[in-house]
């Protein structure tokens, strides 16, 4: 499996942009699918954004469509999630996934996983 680093979270007030970062390990980063989802305190996971392994497809959850954007650069082994115009209601831990085949919404379908970076917007 791979290994995965997050990175870049920190408070922000709303309204605000932050830039997560996913550090993967390995020599086959491009065979992987990468997925982002959060949870919040006391909720279930939520999907948030995947890309395919090419990046030439790329998936949005409705609560962050139009704010957030997901990419990949294969030759630097990392994925991306730009978040823009932050909630109160984005305050959760962002957890980077990856899976070796097309990207899915679902958590059940990610082997791999970060330990999380922590965002939180104020009010």
């Known amino acids: 499996q791979v290994q995965l680093v997050e990175s870049g979270g920190g408070l922000v007030q709303a309204g605000g942009s932050l830039r997560l970062s996913c550090a993967a390990s390995?020599?086959?980063?491009?065979?992987?699918?990468m997925g982002w989802f959060r949870q919040a305190p006391g909720k279930e996971s939520e999907f948030v954004a995947a890309?395919?392994?090419?990046?030439?497809?790329?998936y949005d959850a409705e609560s962050v469509k139009g704010r957030c954007t997901i990419s990949r650069d294969n030759d630097k082994n990392t994925v991306y999630l730009q978040m823009n115009s932050l909630k109160p209601e984005d305050t959760a831990v962002y957890y980077c996934?990856?899976?070796?085949?097309?990207?899915?919404?679902?958590?059940?379908?990610?082997?791999?996983w970060g330990q999380g970076t922590q965002v939180t917007v104020s009010s």
């Open positions: 996934t990856a899976r070796q085949g097309a990207p899915d919404s679902r958590s059940i379908e990610y082997a791999s």
């Open positions: 390995g020599r086959t980063f491009s065979s992987y699918s």
């Open positions: 890309i395919s392994r090419s990046g030439g497809g790329t």
